[in-house]
Every structure is written in C-alpha cells, then in structure tokens.
T-cell receptor, first 116, second 111 residues
Framework: DAGVIQSPRHEVTEMGQEVTLRCKPI?????LFWYRQTMMRGLELLIY????????DSGMPEDRFSAKMPNASFSTLKIQPSEPRDSAVYFC??????????????FGPGTRLTVL | KQEVTQIPAALSVPEGENLVLNCSFT??????LQWFRQDPGKGLTSLLL?????REQTSGRLNASLDKSSGRSTLYIAASQPGDSATYLC??????????FGAGTQVVVTP
C-alpha cells in the first residue's frame, strides 16, 4: 500500500481565498483523522471520521473550517475564507480499528499551507 | 482534560551516547501510547506503540517503557547516531481513538 496520500504538498494562497486539502487514507482503514501542526500549539486534532461519518469535530477552530468524507477513500478539509493564522502543516492519518487492536495511526506527509 | 508533557524540549548529545526522552500524561485512562519521529519539514513516522497493558516495547536500538499508574513513558535510544537527529513526539490514545500529542523533544546528535 502507498500509505496515506495527501495533496497538495504545499499550498500558498492569499487571505480570503478558499483552500481545499485532500487526503486518501490507507485502503481498508475505517478511521480518518485531520490534524494541524503549528509552532505555537503543536499537533492538534481537528476532526475525525469513522466509516465516512464525522464523529468529533470539536477541534475545528471556526466555522470557516469544514471537512467531508464522501467515500472510504477520500476526504477533504476546506477553509473558506482563509486567514494568515491558518498557516500551518495539516496532516491526515488513518487507522484500522475494525481488524486491529493496536489502534496505531499512520500519518500522511502533510500539506504545508501558507496564507499571505 | 488530558495533558501530555515532554521533557526536555531539546537535547544535544555526542554520537555514541544513549538518549533518554521522557513523556508524562495526566490521565492514566489511556488505550495506548505511541512514539513518533519527525524530521524537519516531514511527516510523522511511528516508532513504537505500547498497549496500555504492556510495560515496554523494543525495536532495534529503541526501547520504550510505560508506567500507566504514574503517567510516564520513557524512550531509550542506545548508541545514538547522527541519523537519530530529529524531533521525537509521544502521543496517548484514548478509548475513542483520539491522539493527544506532547510538544516533542528536539534531538541533535553530534558526530
């Protein structure tokens, strides 16, 4: 398996623009997580899905952030409108809780977002 | 609310020395604990996962211990090498599968 795939790897945009980050989890994994990493706050969980259904979005900072998982192999994180303080690295992770008791999460390479 | 703390924040050692990285957490009701490695500008690589019922895990030069009752885990890296230079993060998993990360320990191993 290719692991968790994220695109784009780098995104530079201007304040006010819409940004869409994409994630393809490992095939067969039933949980998908979105994290954000900043120097000030470290790694924070934004939202996670189980079988494509959002379970906990309490980490989503504002209504400007939204996430969807239309099918088991694709998820998006959208920011509209974007602001400079959204600049961070966004990670997607997945795991297989249905078949594995280890609950180990596998991370994608991340998307580095810069909002000017 | 679970809080995860890593001490020290940064560590520099000469090549060959053993590394000791500490992680503490406030709520002992964890499902497991993971240690990750992060290289600059890169993603997270899982190093070791310790189930809540386990006391330690080993992989090559890496050994991680877990004392759930006292809320502590320690990552030992034997005979450090310059290639071990990275940031090491610990994270605890709750019963819902949510990870709570520490701020990390930045390690530099000098030749």
């Amino acid at each position: 398996d290719a692991g968790v795939i994220q695109s784009p790897r780098h995104e530079v945009t201007e304040m006010g623009q819409e940004v869409t980050l994409r994630c393809k989890p490992i095939s067969g994994h039933d949980y998908l997580f979105w994290y954000r990493q900043t120097m000030m706050r470290g790694l924070e969980l934004l939202i996670y899905f189980n079988n494509n259904v959002p379970i906990d979005d309490s980490g989503m900072p504002e209504d400007r952030f939204s996430a969807k998982m239309p099918n088991a192999s694709f998820s998006t994180l959208k920011i509209q409108p974007s602001e400079p303080r959204d600049s961070a690295v966004y990670f997607c992770a997945s795991n297989d809780r249905l078949h594995s008791s280890y609950n180990e999460q596998f991370f994608g390479p991340g998307t580095r977002l810069t909002v000017l | 609310k679970q809080e995860v703390t890593q001490i020290p924040a940064a560590l520099s050692v000469p090549e060959g020395e053993n590394l000791v990285l500490n992680c503490s957490f406030t709520d002992s009701a964890i499902y497991n604990l993971q240690w990750f490695r992060q290289d600059p500008g890169k993603g997270l690589t899982s190093l070791l996962l310790i189930q809540s019922s386990q006391r330690e895990q080993t992989s090559g030069r890496l050994n991680a211990s877990l004392d759930k009752s006292s809320g502590r885990s320690t990552l030992y890296i034997a005979a450090s090498q310059p290639g071990d230079s990275a940031t090491y993060l610990c994270a605890v998993t709750d019963s819902w599968g949510k990870l709570q990360f520490g701020a990390g320990t930045q390690v530099v191993v000098t030749p």
